[in-house]
């Protein structure tokens, strides 16, 4: 999958998306600490990057990159249009346990 230029320019110099993938980051993460933790690696690895993420040590360009060109966002973007709040949410929750390390 080839990402446009249009979707990396939004993910490292748009401050506004990056505030507001940030801001879904945080709300993930909040709602992965509060889970009844199962045992498994799955959790440990989620559990540890959403307390990277609510420490600030997360790099949300990077994740930003991710939701840019995630296939619910990125064809919004190339379109010229606004990222609406709920495509943002979902595609943040959908790339939660990705960037925890732990792969599906």
Known sequence: MTVSQACMDKAKYDT????????????AAIAI???VAPTGDEH???A???NRVLAGSA???NYAVGVS?????SPVIDSGVEVTDSVMES????LFSKYSGWDQ
């Open 16 to 27: 506004d998306f990056k505030n507001r993938v940030e801001f879904f980051m945080k709300k």
């Open 69 to 73: 060109a995630h296939n619910t966002v």
């Open 91 to 94: 595609a943040v929750n959908s």
């Open 48 to 50: 540890d990057f959403a």
């Open 33 to 35: 600490l509060g889970e």
């Open 59 to 61: 790099r949300v360009v």
């Open 44 to 46: 440990t690895s989620r």
